[in-house]
């Protein structure tokens, strides 16, 4: 693939207690198959989908006890400039900026709403080499329940626009609440924004859901629940694919999507 753009989703990444029983089940639900484990960098370990990169998994740092989650890297072409960028806004770095050898420097930040996010500038790691395809990172979504902290905040960290999603014929316009951000303009979405509503549990946090493609949805939810991960919502039907919310079976939450399989009209945004 080319050069990342800034602030374009670039990498995922997700850390397991048991990076065996989480690799069995991303190589039966999305396909992979898995390199090395990188001993010098914590037994890091690269996820390929056609023999393209696409993710990794990790084991926790020792003495952590962090749950298993999905984290979306954004590209900077200055890790130092974003962290400082990101303090002054209103985030917080949790860690970094750090230089990770040769393959590149990397961050990890909250945005004000409390949405985990990493950023990476590439050194020898540009990304992915795959994506918006099966098997490979497909889209991502900031879910939040104070939309205004990063509608403000991420276009002031990374040369987002922002666009809001015309909620149509819905009769209470605030039920849907759903923007895009876009780098060069509108026809280039790089990351979605979604209020979370009432269904949300209160004690679910904001964080950012990562979509990954899949051929057939249904077929994908099957297999979730098979190795024993959890279906929270769908598979539903939308313009832009047919998409189920999941977590794996340590906890790990993420989305599947079938893009070939679309119903109904794009929406508008403006």
């Known amino acids: ?3 990342f753009t800034e602030g374009a989703p670039c990498w995922v990444d997700a850390m397991f207690a048991d990076v065996e029983a989480a690799k069995t089940f991303y190589g039966d ?3 992979w198959t898995f390199g090395e484990a990188s001993t010098e960098y914590g037994n890091y ?3 390929y989908s056609g023999g393209k990169a696409v ?4 084991p926790p740092m020792p003495g ?3 749950p298993s989650q999905w984290c979306l890297y954004l590209h900077s072409s200055d890790v130092g400039a974003t962290a ?3 303090a002054s806004n209103g985030g917080e770095v949790l860690m970094g900026p750090m230089q990770v050898a040769s393959f590149g420097s990397m961050l990890i930040a909250k945005e004000p709403s409390g949405a985990v996010f990493g950023v990476w500038q590439p050194g020898e790691h540009k990304g992915f080499e795959k994506m918006g395809e099966a098997g490979a990172y497909a889209w991502a979504e900031v879910f939040t329940r104070e939309p205004d902290k990063p509608d403000a905040f991420l276009p002031s960290v990374f040369p987002y626009t922002t666009q809001r999603m015309d909620p149509g014929d819905d009769p ?4 849907m609440d759903f923007s895009v951000y876009c780098v060069g303009g509108p026809e280039n979405p790089v990351l979605g924004r979604m209020r979370m509503g009432e269904e949300f549990p209160p004690q679910v946090p904001s964080y950012i859901q990562v ?3 899949v051929p057939n949805c249904d077929e994908a939810v099957e297999k979730v629940k098979k190795h024993g991960g959890q279906l929270h919502f769908g598979p539903m039907d939308s313009p832009f694919g047919r998409f189920a919310a999941v977590a794996d079976q340590q906890g790990a939450a993420f989305a599947v999507i079938d893009l070939s399989t679309t119903v109904g009209e794009m929406p508008t945004f403006g």
Do not use: I, R, S
């Open 211 to 213: 979509y990954f493609g």
């Open 84 to 86: 400082e960028k990101v």
């Open 64 to 66: 952590a006890d962090a």
């Open 29 to 31: 639900v999305l396909g």
């Open 1 to 3: 693939m080319g050069e």
């Open 45 to 47: 370990t690269q996820a």
């Open 172 to 175: 209470d316009p605030a039920d």
């Open 55 to 58: 993710a990794a998994v990790v």
